[in-house]
């Protein structure tokens, strides 16, 4: 068994299902100490009852959302060294002038917002602590290569890389270390907003021809990432938007 995550107690939030239920996945396997979160607690239950690890059902555009995901860190392992912002949320890619407002204000609240609180709610007790810390947003490769129809969903993670730089600027001196992952579209319960009017095997194939590597991003493609960036290996990473996406942004 691999020990390269061993004790690091880790947050992950949206982990219910898709990437985040991976990302638990893999650093279960590299000997992390995991706190599902997930505002479904059903789903969150689940994969930790498989993973054999602590959940809790939270919402994570909420301050006491934040503060019960860090108390349940607190009393089942002690403290939290890792925290990945898998969390997302998306509308239904369409023409800019049918979006809502509150199309706009779930990609903020969920995308961005949570990074806000995550940092003010977990910060604190990462300084008490005195033994540094990472977060990991997962992003997405909109935020360098948007397209339309999904504008605001796109500045929404554009938000999450600029606040993923400056965090890691700001922190730095207490080793507290941030970075960004940017998957491109890939197998998950979001997939189906990204394909526009209908999701056929025509419009996914479009979608597929823009990434060189000729696939999809898979759960475990991101797992690996964070679980490189979360580890001692990256010790001197900091500050940047790592690209998960079949060479879609070269």
């Not at 004790?7 to 599902?36: L, N, P, Q």
């Not at 917002?113 to 008490?128: D, G, K, Y």
């Amino acid at each position: 068994m691999s020990t390269k995550l061993s004790g690091k107690v880790t947050i992950i939030t949206g982990s219910g299902s898709g990437y985040g239920a991976g990302i638990a996945t893999r650093f279960v396997a590299e000997g992390a100490r995991v706190v599902i979160a997930d505002l479904s607690g059903e789903n969150a239950k689940k994969v930790a009852e498989r993973l054999g690890c602590s959940w809790v059902q939270a919402d994570v555009t909420k301050r006491l959302g934040w503060e019960a995901i860090l108390k349940k860190a607190i009393s089942t392992y002690g403290g939290v060294d890792v925290v990945v912002n898998n969390a997302g949320a998306c509308y239904k890619n369409k023409p800019t002038l049918q979006v809502q407002e509150s199309d706009f204000d779930l990609c903020m609240d969920v995308n961005a917002r949570a990074i806000l609180l995550s940092t003010s709610v977990i910060i604190p007790t990462m300084l008490v602590q005195n033994r540094g810390g990472s977060f990991i947003q997962i992003a997405s490769t909109a935020a360098d290569r948007p397209r339309p129809g999904l504008t605001w969903y796109s500045a929404s993670k554009a938000a999450a890389v600029v606040a993923t730089k400056s965090l890691a600027v700001e922190f730095a001196p207490h080793n507290i270390r941030f970075n960004s992952v940017c998957p491109v579209v890939g197998g998950t319960g979001m997939t189906h907003l990204f394909l526009g009017k209908e999701d056929t095997p025509e419009n996914r194939e479009a979608w597929l021809s823009s990434i060189p590597l000729g696939r999809f991003c898979q759960p475990a493609d991101i797992a690996n990432a964070c679980a490189f960036l979360s580890s001692d290996d990256a010790s001197f990473i900091t500050g940047i938007d790592l690209k998960v996406d079949g060479g879609r942004c070269c």
